[in-house]
């Protein structure tokens, strides 16, 4: 089994054998980043280049470290620092950075499809590190890594979703990955943060969050994006904390032995209960552990090998 | 046609790995910060086993670690495809060991070349031993091995295969010759 794509660009075109050969090899270098000299030879001479249009502090070093520790050159590119705020095209872009020979491009992006551009029209690795509100694959992986390492297994388990799904690239990936690792997806959220037909991907759909994390072996909960009180789809942040927050009442619900999770960055008092977002059940942490290892495991398979 | 022909049966294995041991303990003149670390897959398992052997003569265990060397080989560049990747696990310090690397079969001497590169990521070993069950030759390194089970004279093209119970069940060493 090896991974055979130039690309990593959602979770919906990975196999169940894709996804179990990234989360082994991800387990894998678990062990590299607990060692005293922190890094492996393996990415010697590549490079890689991480152009994060989009504001991101935790994926983007968390790419910067997995490539230092498996030896590539890492470069990162932000919007505000890039030739775009001089109008330049990201087609236009992207043609000069290939001119440049890295061998992977990271792209988080605002607009849904742009890492797919990108795929097409350059012959380097590209890996969506988030685009819009299409997919988050790499988050995707590390929290069905998080879930494998704590639970043993993924199928069968009964995975809650809360929060704003329709706006939501993590839940999208989530979805997409735990159905078909077959995990059991429920989401809630208030009705204007639920898509139409999103039961058509497989999931069960609720709209109070006692209802969606009742039996829950896994309460995935997403940040709210304050931004969007302006656009009327919630009334107000209190409200949306008093009906749809994870609180040490409702958390009662889920199994005994629950897990919490958040993709960060978390607001404390919104969606997640400060002393559940530091509860015993919260794994928030070690999700960010496991994200390093996921990319790791990614950049080593997508690299290397002439073709 | 190709035959598998057995050049070493479980006894053999057994007796090869016990005198392994003892010379260890002789040359080492004991298990005073003795280490043991046996390459993913083959060599892992003969690490176990040197170990118990090991502890029934001194009577005191020593410390083992489990080594892949994926991240370290010297063709990830060339070869197109990605080998799977194990696990490393060496949960003490090499700082001033005696590390003794086990590996199952010597051959080109590439992968002993990327457990040394990887051992000294973990640590300044005082100085690492190899021990091997098989020496068949061919080296493309200046490597030796200090401890060896056979000395298996082969030709570059027959295939030499460890078999060892905790893997495929059964204790045997073989060598498919074309005829």
Request: hydrophobic share 40%; proline share 4%; charged share 25%.
């Amino acid at each position: 089994m090896r991974l055979t794509k130039k690309d990593l660009l959602g979770i919906k075109d990975l196999t169940v054998d894709e996804i179990n050969l990234i989360l082994d090899t991800a387990e894998s270098f678990i062990e590299v980043s607990t060692r005293e000299i922190k890094k492996v030879p393996t990415l010697r001479g590549k490079t890689i280049i991480n152009l994060f249009m989009e504001p991101s502090t935790r994926t983007r070093t968390s790419f910067e470290i997995a490539g230092k520790r498996l030896s590539a050159d890492t470069i990162n590119i932000s919007a505000s620092t890039s030739s775009v705020v001089k109008g330049e095209t990201l087609i236009d872009m992207a043609r000069n950075l290939e001119a440049m020979n890295p061998d992977v491009i990271v792209i988080r992006h605002s607009a849904s499809g742009a890492p797919h551009l990108l795929a097409k029209l350059l012959r380097q690795s590209i890996i969506n590190a988030g685009d819009g509100a299409h997919e988050h694959p790499t988050q995707a992986l590390l929290d069905m890594m998080t879930i494998r390492t704590k639970k043993g297994r993924i199928a069968g388990l009964k995975v809650s979703i809360v929060g704003d799904i329709a706006h939501s690239r993590v839940a999208r990936s989530n979805i997409y990955g735990l159905t078909r690792m077959g995990a059991q997806v429920t989401v809630a959220g208030p009705a204007t943060m639920l898509p139409r037909f999103i039961e058509r991907m497989g999931v069960t759909v609720h709209h109070r969050i006692e209802d969606a994390i009742r039996g829950a072996d896994i309460v995935m909960m997403l940040r709210i994006q304050t931004e969007r009180e302006q656009q009327n789809i919630f009334p107000s942040l209190r409200e949306y904390a008093k009906y749809f927050g994870l609180n040490r009442k409702n958390i009662r619900l889920a199994k005994d032995d629950v897990l919490v999770m958040h993709p960060g960055p978390i607001n404390r008092g919104i969606e997640i209960a400060p002393d559940i977002a530091d509860g015993p059940a919260s794994v928030i942490l070690e999700q960010v552990t496991n994200g390093v290892a996921v990319r790791m495991a990614l950049l080593y398979l997508l690299t290397g090998g002439r073709t | 046609m190709s035959v598998n022909k057995v050049v070493m049966d479980a006894d053999g294995i057994d007796r090869s790995l016990t005198r392994i041991a003892y010379e260890l303990l002789e040359k080492n003149k004991g298990i005073e910060d003795m280490v043991l670390v046996g390459i993913q897959t083959g060599g892992v398992f003969l690490a176990e086993r040197l170990k118990k052997k090991i502890s029934r003569i001194e009577g005191v265990e020593i410390p083992m670690g489990i080594l892949d060397i994926t991240l370290y080989r010297d063709d990830l560049r060339t070869s197109n495809k990605k080998p799977r990747l194990g696990k490393t696990d060496i949960p003490f310090s090499l700082d001033d060991k005696k590390v003794v690397l086990i590996d199952d079969v010597l051959f080109t001497g590439r992968t002993i070349r990327a457990a040394m590169d990887a051992l000294i990521d973990f640590g300044r070993p005082k100085l690492i031993q190899l021990a091997v069950l098989i020496d068949r030759g061919h080296r493309e390194l200046p490597i030796r091995a200090d401890f060896v089970g056979k000395n298996l004279p082969s030709s570059l093209w027959e295939a030499v295969t460890v078999n060892l119970k905790e893997k495929s069940g059964r204790d045997e060493v073989t060598i498919e010759e074309n005829v």
